[in-house]
């Protein structure tokens, strides 16, 4: 179990009980600016958390104890719940479960595989409607005359892995997104095991599916989890799964795909709202959270985040900066200022 040693949590109390602490902005400290002609621009509030290949806590920056919503960083924990539930897939198919997809052809297709080893199709998704991130992949469909569509939406392989466990365990397949279904029950209980805590929350995601809420350090703990096997099997195949098949955890222009190929071992999923969290097999793992909820933040504090691991990321740095740019041309970037020695 990782040690906690992470800054006291600034809460604002709530009359409503069944409300997790929300974290105020002294919660959260600069970790990465947005320079433009060689001015900074815009400073970027937030929290990240280290934990070394001993399961010890190598550094924190910010309150890495607050609750935050995780969003689709949570998709490999729900993943394992899964696989331990008796959903059996090959690998390329148990990372789009991970995913939250580009929405090209090759995700799509993934997205109706899942569903068709149960034999149902892309009318039993309940997640919500949207384009593909994709942006050349939605502007082909706008020039076609298509519309939003759950399988679409970036999270599809989620749910169309949610509904071949349901139809696995002889459950209802329509209320699947119940927070009290069987399915989602079971995902709960799963959660507390791999997070070491207890859930501080759940909430409702963006596709519609429950979202629990967790501290920073309970996320990197996770991740760690299901690198170093410590999962079981669920959790090996979850790994092996994303680390084999990185396209299909985002898409060939994604961060997170970059990262996956370009670091020897390591797992890493994003979510929405600026989170971040990667672990690699040797027991090392971060998680972090933009305050503000900035995504163009995320690659440059993990990078470094994972050079103050000891990690190399020589490779994959230059491929996920952040470039700003001037009527078409760069000035400027987005870099990590935060003071990681622990």
């Known amino acids: 179990m990782a040690s906690r040693r992470c800054l006291p949590a600034q809460v604002v109390p709530s009359d409503d009980p069944s409300l997790a602490p929300v ?37 924190s920056a ?27 897939l090959p690998g390329d198919l148990l990372a789009l479960v991970c995913a939250s ?19 149902l199709d892309e009318s039993a998704l309940r997640n919500t409607a949207n384009f593909p991130l994709d942006r050349r992949a939605a502007n082909e469909l706008i020039r076609g005359g298509g519309s939003r569509s759950s399988l679409q939406q970036n999270c599809s392989g989620k749910h169309a892995g949610m509904i071949a466990t349901c139809v696995i365990n002889g459950w ?76 299909n955890v985002g898409g060939d222009r994604r961060d997170v795909t970059a990262f996956i190929r370009n670091v020897p071992g390591l797992m ?23 305050a503000d909820g900035a995504d163009r933040a995320r690659p440059a504090v993990m990078v470094a985040a994972l050079q103050a691991l000891g990690v190399d990321t020589t490779v994959v740095a230059p491929l996920v900066r952040q ?11 987005v870099a990590s200022i935060v003071d990681l020695r622990g």
């Open 62 to 88: 910010g309150d890495c104890a607050v609750a935050i919503y995780p969003r689709s960083s949570n998709k490999p924990i729900q993943a394992v719940a899964m696989v331990r539930l008796g959903l059996q």
């Open 172 to 247: 209802p397949v329509d209320s699947y997104l119940d927070v009290d279904h069987p399915l989602q029950v079971a995902i709960t209980d799963s959660f507390s095991g791999l997070i070491e805590e207890p859930v501080a929350h759940i909430g409702i995601d963006g596709c519609g599916a429950p979202a629990h809420a967790l501290s920073l350090t309970g996320l990197a703990t996770a991740f760690r989890n299901i690198a170093i096997g410590a999962a079981g099997d669920a959790g090996s195949r979850v790994y092996n799964a994303m680390v084999t098949n990185p396209v």
């Open 323 to 333: 470039v700003l740019l001037g009527h078409g041309h760069e000035v400027g970037d």
């Open 268 to 290: 890493a999923k994003d979510g929405a709202d600026g989170v971040f969290a990667a672990a690699l097999p040797d027991g090392r793992a971060v998680a972090l959270k933009i």
């Open 101 to 119: 997809h580009d929405g090209t052809p090759h995700h799509l297709d993934a997205a109706r595989r899942i569903l068709a080893t149960v034999g």
């Open 23 to 59: 974290v105020t902005t002294s919660g959260y400290v600069p970790v990465a600016v947005a320079t433009r002609s060689g001015l900074n621009e815009s400073v970027h509030f937030g929290a990240v958390v280290g934990i070394d290949r001993d399961g010890r806590v190598a550094f």
